[in-house]
C-alpha cells in the first residue's frame, strides 16, 4: 500500500492496518515542492518512529534516477537506523541503471546488509527491455548488496508511454501485463499487479483483482485502506478452491500408487501439470498464515 512520504497522519494510519506491504512513497504520490519534506518525514520516521509492530514488511519508492533525485532518496533512508526492507525503483529502462543502483547500494550499506529491490516496469522501452532487465538483476542480486525481489507493473505510466486510453476491461494493458508475469515468473520474480484508481469502486477493484490473479500475478499494489481486504481475499485461495485443492492431491498420490498417471477428478482429467496447480494454492495459502 502506497503512502505519501510527506505525509505523517497516513504513514501513521497505514502502520496500524493489516497490509502486507507499507510502501512509503517519494515519487509520483508526492508533490514535486514536497520532495524534500518526504525524504526527511521517512528519515525520520525510519530513525525513531518504526513500531516494531509492523506486521508486513516497508519500503520505500524513491525518485526514478533519471530525476536526479534518487541518489538523495537512497541516501538518506538506507543511512537510517532501521533501513526499510526494500527498495522500490521506478522507471527502469536498462540494464545500465540497475548497475548504478547496485554500486550506490554498495557504498551506502554496511556490514553484511543487504536490501530487496522491486522494480517497476511502466513504460514502453523497460517492455522491450525487460529480459535483458530481469536477468541483469538477478546475477547482481548474486554479488551485491541487493536481492532482485519482483516486479511492480506501473500501468498508469505504461499507458502514458505508449499513448493508450484506460478501459474497463483493461484490454490496452492485456499484453503488457501477461508479458510482465511470464518474464517475471520466468526469473523467479514476484509479479505485482496495477493499481485500480477509482478508489471508491470496490466491485470493479473486486474484479480486476480476480483478472490479474487469474494471470498468474502474486498480488496487487493499493492506495486507500479500503481497497487492502478486498485485494487480500482476491489473492487467497478461497475455502473452495482448497477444498478442490486438497482433495486433488489426495485423489493424484492415490492414483499414482495404483500406477495411474491421468485420473479424472471432478469431471476433468487430471496430471502432473494440474496437480502442480493444486500445490501452488496450498503453499500460497501457507504463505498468507
Ligand atoms: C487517493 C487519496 C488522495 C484519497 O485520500 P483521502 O484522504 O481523501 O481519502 P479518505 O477516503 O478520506 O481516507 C480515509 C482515511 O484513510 C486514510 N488514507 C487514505 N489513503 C491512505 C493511504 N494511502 N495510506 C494511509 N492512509 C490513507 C485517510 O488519511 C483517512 O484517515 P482518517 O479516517 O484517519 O482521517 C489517498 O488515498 C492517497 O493519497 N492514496 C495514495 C496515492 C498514491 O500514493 N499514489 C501514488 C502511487 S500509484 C502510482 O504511482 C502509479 C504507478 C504504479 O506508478 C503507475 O501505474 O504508473
Ligand atoms: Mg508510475
Given at each position: 500500500m502506497y503512502v505519501p512520504g510527506d505525509d505523517t497522519k497516513k504513514i501513521n494510519k497505514a502502520v496500524g492496518l493489516d497490509v502486507d506491504f507499507i510502501a512509503l512513497d517519494?515519487?509520483?504520490?508526492?508533490?514535486i515542492n514536497r520532495k524534500d519534506d518526504a525524504r526527511k518525514t521517512i528519515r525520520q520516521f525510519l530513525d525513531e518512529?518504526?513500531?516494531?509492530?509492523?506486521k508486513g514488511d516497508l519500503g520505500v519508492r524513491v525518485n526514478s534516477i533519471d530525476t536526479g533525485l534518487c541518489g538523495d532518496d537512497l541516501t538518506s533512508c538506507l543511512s537510517s537506523k532501521n533501513i526499510p526492507d526494500t527498495i522500490l525503483l521506478p522507471k527502469v529502462e536498462s540494464t545500465e541503471e540497475l548497475n548504478w543502483f547496485a554500486d550506490k547500494t554498495d557504498s551506502l550499506l554496511k556490514n553484511d546488509q543487504k536490501i530487496n529491490l522491486i522494480v517497476y516496469i511502466e513504460t514502453a522501452l523497460a517492455f522491450v527491455n525487460l529480459t535483458h532487465i530481469c536477468q541483469h538483476a538477478v546475477e547482481l542480486s548474486n554479488n551485491k548488496r541487493?536481492?532482485?525481489?519482483g516486479l511492480v507493473f506501473g500501468s498508469d505510466d505504461f499507458c502514458a508511454s505508449i499513448g493508450a486510453s484506460r478501459t474497463e476491461d483493461c484490454s490496452e494493458v492485456s499484453y503488457a501485463r501477461q508479458k510482465l508475469v511470464l518474464t517475471a515468473k520466468a526469473f523467479n520474480l514476484q509479479a505485482i499487479d496495477m493499481v485500480?484508481?477509482?478508489?471508491?469502486d470496490l466491485e470493479g477493484l473486486r474484479r480486476q483483482c480476480e483478472q490479474g490473479k487469474r494471470m498468474g500475478f502474486t498480488g496487487k499494489q493499493v492506495?486507500?485502506?479500503?481497497?487492502v481486504p478486498v485485494v487480500q481475499e482476491a489473492f487467497l485461495p478461497n475455502k473452495e478452491q482448497m477444498e478442490w485443492a486438497e482433495g486433488l492431491l489426495k485423489a493424484f498420490e492415490e492414483h499414482q500408487k495404483s500406477g495411474k498417471g491421468a485420473f479424472t477428478y471432478r469431471g476433468s482429467m487430471i496430471d502432473m501439470p494440474t496437480m502442480k496447480q493444486a500445490q501452488n494454492v496450498l503453499e500460497l495459502s501457507k504463505l498468507a498464515k
Open positions: 517519494c515519487e509520483d504520490g508526492v508533490a518512529l518504526r513500531p516494531k509492530s509492523i541487493f536481492i532482485a525481489a485500480y484508481i477509482k478508489y471508491k492506495i486507500h485502506p479500503s481497497q
